[in-house]
């Protein structure tokens, strides 16, 4: 079966960097995705990721690694508004997004 | 750039009644659209796949005579909820597919249902 998987809930600092880990096993791969969900809203994007290495946009950057399944978001210079939930998800081999669960990112001045 | 609206944000009704969910791709035409149920602190599940001219593709456990699905148009996917359960309550959100090429999944605000 497909399955991503991500840590239930991370807290950081104010200020400070996180890392957030997304393992997945797909069937087949066309790009990962990471979005940002406040509590009641739609997701937004913030990255994506089809080939090795990484990705940096602003404050966020985003890692992939596909011979180890892996990819990380690294959220730096953390701001209050970063508390949400970051979900990862998975193109698969026809192109439908698998969705890990979310992790839950709680900032603490 | 393209945006998904969904429409009503927010709706509360009695059990046995039907609410109806639309979603409009504003500026560009969508052929598919994805509708996806959001219970608290879960993540998105796949309701089913809207096709424009065609039925809809529903997931396994999904129930097609109650959650009717419509894509008339190129901009149009509507989601009915018929003889609405209070176990029907959720957050539910379209989304304008992602395919070759296309580096971003568009999403509609969401709709919270709440039936009483």
């Known amino acids: 079966g497909q399955n991503i998987d991500q840590p239930t809930e991370m807290t950081a600092t104010e200020g400070a960097i996180v890392q957030i880990n997304c393992t997945y096993q797909t069937s087949g791969f066309n790009g990962l995705f990471w979005y940002q969900q406040h509590a009641g809203e739609a997701p937004t994007f913030l990255s994506y990721?089809?080939l090795d290495g990484l990705e940096e946009k602003g404050r966020f950057s985003s890692f992939l690694s596909r011979s180890k399944g892996y990819s990380y978001l690294l959220l730096k210079e953390l701001q209050m508004k970063d508390s949400a939930s970051y979900l990862c998800a998975v193109l698969d081999s026809n192109y439908q997004l698998i969705w890990g669960a979310g992790t839950k990112l709680i900032i603490k001045p | 750039g393209a945006v998904v609206s969904q429409h009503p944000s927010r709706v509360i009704c009695k059990s046995g009644t039907s609410v109806k969910i639309e979603c409009r791709s504003l500026?560009?035409?969508?052929?598919?659209m994805f509708w996806y149920r959001q219970f608290p602190k879960q993540s998105l599940m796949l309701m089913a796949t809207?096709?424009?001219?065609?039925?809809?593709?529903?997931e396994q456990g999904v129930e097609k005579d109650k959650f009717l699905i419509n894509h008339a148009s190129l901009t149009l996917s509507t989601l009915t909820v018929t003889s609405a359960h209070p176990e029907d309550s959720s957050f539910y959100i379209c989304?304008?597919?992602?395919?070759?090429?296309?580096?971003?999944?568009?999403f509609g605000q969401g709709t919270r249902l709440t039936v009483v």
């Open positions: 500026d560009f035409q969508a052929t598919t």
């Open positions: 990721n089809v």
């Open positions: 809207s096709n424009e001219g065609s039925k809809a593709t529903y």
């Open positions: 989304s304008a597919p992602v395919g070759q090429g296309v580096t971003e999944a568009f």
